[in-house]
Nanobody
Framework: QVQLVESGGGLVQAGGSLRLSCAASRTILSIRTMGWYRQAPGKQRELVAAINSGGITNYADSVKGRFTISRDNAKNTVYLQMNSLNSDDTAAYYC?????????WGPGTQVTVSS
């Protein structure tokens, strides 16, 4: 079991950057995969980026080259660096921890990109 808390969301102009953080309540060393998802109004939640325990990353096509996911095992924190933001990136962003048969979610942080 793990509790997750996201932070770093906010209002940003198109072309700007934000860095999201996801702080875990326990060590993330043994967590199989940590990921960032987002959900825009009226749309399904979608995977944005994921990183496994070996450091291998995976990105949605829409964010490749703009977003970077990373993890700091010493701080039990996963980050999402978001650059060149556009209005399509406006959504609630959620952190996810995959612990095998169970997945855990944070409460989310809102990102709003103004054009």
């Amino acid at each position: 079991q793990v509790q997750l808390v996201e932070s770093g969301g906010g209002l940003v102009q198109a072309g700007g950057s934000l860095r999201l953080s996801c702080a875990a309540s326990r060590t993330i060393l043994s967590i199989r995969t940590m990921g960032w998802y987002r959900q825009a109004p009226g749309k399904q939640r979608e995977l944005v980026a994921a990183i496994n325990s070996g450091g291998i990353t995976n990105y949605a096509d829409s964010v490749k080259g703009r977003f970077t996911i990373s993890r700091d095992n010493a701080k039990n924190t996963v980050y999402l660096q978001m650059n060149s933001l556009n209005s399509d990136d406006t959504a609630a962003y959620y952190c996810n921890a995959n612990l095998g048969p169970y997945g855990y979610w944070g409460p989310g942080t809102q990102v709003t990109v103004s054009s």
